[in-house]
């Protein structure tokens, strides 16, 4: 186990603003969170998919309390995480 979390969040395209962190064990958890937001129905998520990415911003060290900047990187735009299309 590496103590590394992933700092995420939520890139609203309409509203140019980054939304309040979240951390995630790894890219792929929290791509799994994303997906079962797209998932409820009614949602701003599952209505609007197209308008929001998700995007790495930084790592935490759990073990460590330190916050190791990279690159941003988008892992996905939420469109394209809608399961059945």
Known sequence: MTGLKGI?????????VYLPPFMETADGTAI?????????AGSIWANHPADFDLV???EF????GSVKQINKEV?????????GE
């Open 8 to 16: 995420y969040s939520i890139y609203d395209r309409k509203g140019e």
């Open 32 to 40: 799994r969170k994303m997906q079962d937001m797209v998932a409820q």
């Open 56 to 58: 790495k911003l930084a």
């Open 61 to 64: 060290g759990e073990l460590s």
């Open 75 to 83: 892992l996905a735009n939420l469109a394209t995480l809608v399961q």
